[in-house]
C-alpha cells in the first residue's frame, strides 16, 4: 500500500516559523514531525510515500534530508501559483497512486501513534470508498465533529460544532483510507476540499465508514498545539533522562539535543526542548517552551511559553512573554521586553521593547 501525505499547506497560523519551514518538518522534541510518519509508516509496512507538496515545501523537505527509514518516497507537486486544497492534490498525484490499490491519505501536520493495519482493516471488511481515522476528544467544538451509525458507517459531518452541543465527541483525525474510486469524484487542477467536498458526496451515497482510533493524536496546526504536543511527547518519553552538570538546574521534563552549550545557574524547564547546537548563557530561563537549532540565548534573558526560531539571536537581560513567536535568525537586541504573543519576522532585528502583541515584519 502507498501513503499519499498531504504537506503543501501554507501553515498560516504558525507563522512566522512556518515563513522558513513546512509544518511537516516542525520538531517535535528535536525530531521533524515528518521523520516520525516515515518511522510509523515503515513500522505498518507501508514502504512507499507520495509527498504531496507545492516547490518550496519540496525544497525544504529534499533540503532537511531527514531519515526516510527504508521509504520510497516520492513528490507531487501543486501545479504553480494553484494550491490544491486538501483533496486537489490527491487527485494531481493519480498517476504515482495507480488504479487499483487502496491507499492512505495523511495530513502532514498530524502526530498520530496510529496503527494503520487496524484501519486499513476496517476499510476492507466494509468495503468502502473511504475509511477516515476518528479520534476522540474532550471538546470537540475547536473540530469537525463526525456521526457514525453502530456498524461503523458515518451519518454525518458536523464543522465546529457550538460547545455542549455536538452529538459525539469524535473527530476526524486527518488519516483516511481511500479506494482510487475516490479519484473521479475530484475536479481535475482546481482547489477542492476533502472535508467540505468530496466526504459530504461519499456519506450522502453511504459509501463512508469510520474507525475509532485509540493512542496518541495531536494536530500542531496552532502555536499553542505545537507547544503541548511538545510537552505531551517530553511527558510520554523523556522522564528519566539525566543532564550531568552540576550547576546547571532541570525543572522535568526537557530534552536537550547535542552540541548546546548552557552558563551556569541557568534554570531549564519545566517543558523545555532545546534544539542541537543551542548557545545558553548564565542565569537564564526557559520555560516551557521550544528553542530551534542553533539560536544563542545570552546572560539575563527569560523566554517562558514561546517558541524560538532557528539561529535567533537574543542578547542580555531580554524577556520574553508568553506565546512569542519569533520567527528564524531575528535578533532580539539586551533589555528588550516583548509581550505576550508578540510574532517577530524571520530576519528582523528588535532593539526597543514592544507593548503591544503585534507582527513585527
Ligand atoms: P493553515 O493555513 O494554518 O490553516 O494551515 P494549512 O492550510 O497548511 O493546513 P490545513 O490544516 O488546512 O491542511 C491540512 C493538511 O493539508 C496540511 O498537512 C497541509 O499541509 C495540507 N494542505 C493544505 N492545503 C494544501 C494545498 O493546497 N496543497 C497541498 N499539497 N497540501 C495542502
Known sequence: MKALILAGGFGTRLRPISCSRPKTLFPIVNKPLLEGIFERLSENNIMEAIMAVNSLTEFYIRKQKIRKHGLKVRYSIDPPKTPLGTAGPIKNAEKLIGKTDSFLV????????????????????????????????????????????????IKKFIEKPKKGSAPTNLINAGIYVLDPKVLQYIEKSKSVSMEREIFPKLVEEKKMFGHCMQGLWIDIGKPTEYLEANKILLKAHYNNKKYDNKNLKIKNYV???????????????????????????????????????DAEIQDGSKINGSIIGEGVFIGKNVKIGNGCIIGDCAKIRDNVSLPEGAAVCPGKEISENILKSNIVC
Open 255 to 293: 530534552a536537550i539535543d547535542t552540541g548546546v552549550k548552557i552558563g551556569e545557574k541557568t534554570v531549564i524547564g519545566p517543558y523545555a526542548v532545546i534544539g542541537k547546537q543551542v548557545a545558553i548563557g548564565k542565569n537564564v530561563q526557559i520555560i516551557e517552551s521550544v528553542i530551534l537549532s
Open 106 to 153: 495523511l495530513n502532514g501536520d498530524i502526530f498520530a501513534d496510529i496503527k494503520y493495519k487496524e484501519i486499513i482493516k476496517t476499510h476492507k471488511e466494509k468495503k468502502a470508498l473511504a475509511t477516515i481515522a476518528l479520534h476522540e476528544v474532550k471538546d470537540p467544538s475547536r473540530y469537525g465533529c463526525v456521526e457514525i451509525t453502530e456498524d461503523k458507517r
